[in-house]
């Protein structure tokens, strides 16, 4: 686990609840237009001159409302300096609601070209999820070309990666699992089928 991970898991451990279990599948993902969710509006980051966009879909195809948020305020900075640039940045994602059924939303973010903006992102649904920790994003810039990427962290391979069920989502009163997994530039929470994640 790097030093990123540890700050952020003890600083929030106690107040984001979802629990990680990482499986690996590489299966793929349909896509889908963006349609109406609940935005906050995010705290600026310094504009960065000559800064590049890449576009991440969130899709929720649960049968309950997924909230989303970054724990760690903006994130602005990465371990190597600035990284995300104005208000295109992970605090655009705090209250951010999707809809049960396939509704989809898509965030732009803004960055320095070729760097990684690595930054958790919180999940919650009704009733809660057993506690654990946030899931940790990679937003990849590309070039002005927007070559650029997203990937989530799979805990049992011990880096980002594209993946169908990366984490497992476990509720407190364990009525239904869901699955986290990013395939492309789409996050998407799903029902969890076990034999997507074998």
Known sequence: MNRLQIASLVAVAAAVPVTLVGCGSSSSADTAASTGAEKAAAAPCPEMAGAVTQVVTFRNTLDVPVTLGSPEGSACDNSAGQVFSGDKNPSQLDGLELKPGAEATAVTFAGKAGARGSFDLAVSV???LKAAAPWPIQVRFGGSDGT?????WEEGYEKFMNGACLD?????DGTWRGMAGVQGTSVTFAPEVASECE
Do not use: I, K, R, Y
Request: aromatic share 0%.
């Open 168 to 172: 497992t989502l476990v509720p407190n």
């Open 148 to 152: 650029g990427s997203v990937l989530g």
């Open 126 to 128: 009704p009733g809660g």
